[in-house]
C-alpha cells in the first residue's frame, strides 16, 4: 500500500524472502555491537558469551521506507536479527539490544508490520510507548496498550482500512511528540465513530505526555 506521499512500510516478511531467495546475502551481513562487529557465525557465539549485546545505529530506525535505500542492508540486517533472535529496546539508553531467541514474536506479525516496530523492552513493566524526539526513536513496546491494540487489531485494519493502517504507523514512526499524540488520538477517535463497529476502541485508550520517553 502507497499512502498520498508515496511511501511504503515494508513488512518482517518483505526481508524474510528476500533472504529466502538470497541466500548470498547471509553471507554478507555483519552486526555492529558494542562487544565487536561479527558475521551470523560469530554473533550466535557471541550472544552465547555475552548474553546481550548492544546493537550501534543505523540498525534499528523506527521507520521502514522504501525510499531510504540506502538503508536497506540495515533492514535486512534487523529482520534477520528479529527471526532469530530475540530484541528488547532500552528507552533509557535508548538502544536495541540482542538476546537468545524466544518465541516473543505476535502470530502474524511478520506479515504486516516492520521488524523492529513492536518490541519487548529491557526494563520489565515500562510504562512508555516510545521516544518523544524522532532523531532517537527506535522502537515502540509492543507491551504498552496502544502497540497492543495495533498489533491484536493489525489484520483488520491492514485487510479493511488500510489507509489508517498505515497512517498510524507512519505517525509513530514520523511524527513529533506532540504531534504524535494530537494525530494518534484523533484516528482513535475516528475509528471510535466508524460505523460497522468492525474495530472495538477501548473507551480509555489515548496518549498522553507521560507516554512518551524523553
Known amino acids: 500500500?502507497?499512502?498520498?506521499?508515496?511511501?511504503?512500510?515494508?513488512?518482517?516478511?518483505?526481508?524474510?524472502?528476500?533472504m529466502d531467495e538470497r541466500k548470498d546475502l547471509l553471507e554478507?551481513?555483519?552486526?555492529?555491537?558494542?562487544?565487536?562487529?561479527?558475521?551470523?557465525?560469530?554473533?550466535?557465539?557471541?550472544?552465547?558469551?555475552?548474553?546481550?549485546?548492544?546493537?550501534?545505529?543505523?540498525?534499528?530506525?523506527?521507520?521502514?521506507?522504501?525510499?531510504?535505500?540506502?538503508?536497506?542492508?540495515e533492514y535486512i540486517c534487523i529482520a534477520y536479527l528479529r527471526k532469530n533472535y530475540s530484541l528488547r529496546v532500552d528507552f533509557i539508553k535508548q538502544c536495541i539490544v540482542i538476546l537468545k531467541k524466544d518465541n516473543d514474536i505476535p502470530e502474524g506479525y511478520e506479515e504486516i508490520f516492520p521488524a523492529n516496530f513492536f518490541i519487548n523492552t529491557l526494563?520489565?513493566?515500562?510504562?512508555?510507548?516510545?521516544?518523544?524526539?524522532?532523531?532517537?526513536?527506535?522502537?515502540c513496546n509492543a507491551n504498552h496498550s496502544l502497540s497492543q491494540f495495533i498489533i491484536k487489531n493489525g489484520k483488520k485494519l491492514y485487510n479493511h482500512m488500510p489507509?489508517?493502517?498505515?497512517?498510524?504507523?507512519?505517525?509513530?514512526?514520523?511524527?513529533?511528540g506532540n504531534e504524535l499524540i494530537i494525530h494518534m488520538n484523533k484516528i482513535l477517535d475516528n475509528l471510535r465513530n466508524f460505523p460497522g463497529d468492525l474495530i472495538e476502541?477501548?473507551?480509555?485508550?489515548s496518549l498522553s505526555e507521560k507516554d512518551l520517553c524523553d
Not at 500500500?1 to 528476500?18: C, E, H, I, T, V
Not at 526494563?123 to 522502537?139: M, V
Not at 489507509?163 to 513529533?176: K, P, Q, S, T, V
Open 1 to 18: 500500500y502507497l499512502d498520498g506521499a508515496g511511501y511504503l512500510f515494508f513488512a518482517m516478511k518483505k526481508y524474510n524472502d528476500l
Open 28 to 73: 554478507k551481513l555483519e552486526f555492529d555491537t558494542d562487544k565487536g562487529i561479527f558475521s551470523i557465525k560469530e554473533l550466535s557465539q557471541k550472544v552465547e558469551e555475552y548474553k546481550v549485546l548492544k546493537l550501534k545505529m543505523p540498525y534499528y530506525l523506527l521507520e521502514n521506507r522504501y525510499y531510504k535505500n540506502r538503508y536497506l542492508y
Open 123 to 139: 526494563e520489565e513493566n515500562c510504562s512508555y510507548l516510545t521516544e518523544r524526539e524522532l532523531y532517537s526513536r527506535i522502537a
Open 163 to 176: 489507509g489508517i493502517f498505515y497512517e498510524m504507523l507512519r505517525i509513530l514512526a514520523e511524527d513529533d
Open 201 to 205: 476502541v477501548p473507551a480509555d485508550l
